[in-house]
T-cell receptor, first 114, second 110 residues
Framework: DAEITQSPRHKITETGRQVTLACHQT?????MFWYRQDLGHGLRLIHY???????NKGEVSDGYSVSRSNTEDLPLTLESAASSQTSVYFC?????????????FGPGTRLTVL | GQQVMQIPQYQHVQEGEDFTTYCNSS?????IQWYKQRPGGHPVFLIQLVKSGEVKKQKRLTFQFGEAKKNSSLHITATQTTDVGTYFCAGNSGYSTLTFGKGTMLLVSP
């Protein structure tokens, strides 16, 4: 069955370190998204991609970067982790463009920055 | 930018009571989607509404899209403990990405 996976599921890091969160989908979806979820803020879009070599900034992109070298993967990098980036991170994918299609979410990565 | 507001933020009901969450957008929406997130889980798609005034039902869940396509509601009849979780609405306009509301957390006591 097609799925979307994230790794690691839990990560503790220190302020200033570079961290990369992995996202892998086997749906063969063109579109992939990264969200962060914080209490009281719901899901906020960090970056998204509509295909290989395409990346776009979302609502809360400062301090994060992504790259899309193939259809299946969209890794999220925190260049220099800050305590404000402690959050739960969800990756999602969808088959068609914009916000018109169902998004399938991964299980999430809980990141703690000390 | 587009804003999607959801109320209430939290609701605690007794099993068997009804529950409604409301979603309001600052702009006219192309479509609205509803997702459910169980405690400790990830958001899971429930339904999509695209037409003005559209009403869809899934067993005890009734979803409605407003006539002006700026608001939506999710109503659960006779809640069960399995309904516990956070319900999110998400909408977009044109080719923009989905904007999620902050969610309504539902707690159901047996």
């Amino acid at each position: 069955d097609a799925e979307i996976t994230q790794s690691p599921r839990h990560k503790i890091t220190e302020t200033g370190r570079q961290v990369t969160l992995a996202c892998h989908q086997t749906w063969n979806h063109n579109n992939m998204f990264w969200y962060r979820q914080d209490l009281g803020h719901g899901l906020r879009l960090i970056h998204y991609s509509y295909g290989v070599q395409d990346t776009n900034k979302g609502e809360v992109s400062d301090g994060y970067s992504v790259s899309r070298s193939n259809t299946e993967d969209l890794p999220l990098t925190l260049e220099s982790a800050a305590s404000s980036q402690t959050s739960v991170y969800f990756c999602a994918s969808s088959s068609s463009g914009g916000g018109t299609d169902t998004q399938y979410f991964g299980p999430g990565t809980r990141l703690t920055v000390l | 930018g587009q804003q999607v507001m959801q109320i209430p933020q939290y609701q605690h009901v007794q099993e068997g009571e009804d529950f409604t969450t409301y979603c309001n957008s600052s702009t006219t929406l192309s479509n609205i989607q509803w997702y459910k997130q169980r405690p400790g889980g990830h958001p899971v798609f429930l339904i999509q509404l695209v037409k003005s005034g559209e009403v869809k039902k899934q067993k005890r869940l009734t979803f409605q899209f407003g006539e002006a396509k700026k608001n939506s509601s999710l109503h659960i009849t006779a809640t069960q403990t399995t309904d516990v979780g956070t319900y999110f609405c998400a909408g977009n306009s044109g080719y923009s990405t989905l904007t999620f509301g902050k969610g309504t957390m539902l707690l159901v006591s047996p």
